[in-house]
């Protein structure tokens, strides 16, 4: 059975204390997000505003760099958003003394 997915604007995958997570737009609830799985249904509002049907997820292109980068910190700074270069990570990294 196929998933029908609405067509709004994809939600970002963003990296929190080591996981993967989308953020629901309307309750704000968040889901681990799971890299086989390509659609967000939150299970607090069950994506009642958009009448239930799956929300598309983005996964960054380069989540197995951003992975490696975030695997060098300790879990609860293991942080990454969508605004976030991997520059930006290896700065961060380096000014912690980790190696990039």
């Known amino acids: 059975m196929a998933i029908t997915a609405i067509a ?3 939600l970002p995958v ?3 204390h080591g996981r993967w997570i989308v953020q629901c737009p309307e309750c704000n609830s968040a889901e681990i997000a799971d890299w086989s ?3 967000f249904l939150c299970t607090a509002c069950g994506n009642a505003a958009h009448g239930g049907h799956p929300i598309p997820v983005s996964w960054p292109t380069d989540v197995e760099h951003i992975s ?3 695997a060098r910190r300790q879990i609860p700074n ?3 958003f969508p605004h976030e270069t991997i520059a930006d990570l290896q700065q961060e990294n380096l000014m912690n003394g980790l190696d990039i």
């Open 8 to 10: 709004d604007a994809a």
């Open 78 to 80: 293991q942080n990454w």
């Open 37 to 39: 799985q390509h659609h």
């Open 68 to 70: 490696k980068l975030l």
């Open 14 to 16: 963003f990296a929190n």
